[in-house]
């Protein structure tokens, strides 16, 4: 879905700004205000997990610098590492061409899942002989 308020941005200029509070009022939320957010390592680059925000939780994490997001299950904000102690200190928050999604690098402290693994995406989907996805394998095994 194209975004006209972000095709609007496509000829600026790199290095040219525009006030945060615009962007925040076009972004492409769902029904319930919410966004994905795609969380990646900073350095290692691996991605961590994927995630939801609403504009209160990106307002919270950029001046906080720590992730927060909001919980779906549980209806509610959620800082990431708050009961864990693993904590995500954002170091970058991007967004996509349309503002259907962020991208945000961050600085993992201990694993990501809830699981103990460093990452949520320890589940591969694994041809079979004949071509058809047939198998799911594990990438890592729990701590």
């Not at 694993?111 to 989907?125: D, E, K, M, V």
């Amino acid at each position: 879905m194209k975004n006209h308020y972000f095709q609007s941005l496509e000829p600026l200029q790199k290095g040219q700004k525009v006030a945060l509070a615009d962007i925040l009022d076009k972004l492409a939320v769902n029904d319930q205000g919410l966004i994905p957010v795609v969380t990646q390592d900073a350095i290692t680059k691996d991605v961590l997990m994927l995630a939801w925000m609403n504009k209160t939780s990106i307002e919270q994490t950029l001046s906080t610098g720590l992730m927060t997001y909001w919980s779906r299950s549980r209806n509610q904000f959620w800082i990431k590492g708050e009961t864990s102690g693993h904590f995500q200190k954002l170091q970058s928050m991007r967004l996509d061409c349309d503002g259907d999604t962020i991208l945000c690098l961050v600085n993992q402290e201990g694993p990501a899942c809830h699981t103990g693994r460093s990452n949520c995406f320890y589940l591969q989907i694994d041809d079979s002989e004949d071509g058809t996805k047939a198998a799911v394998s594990l990438l890592s095994s729990p701590p």
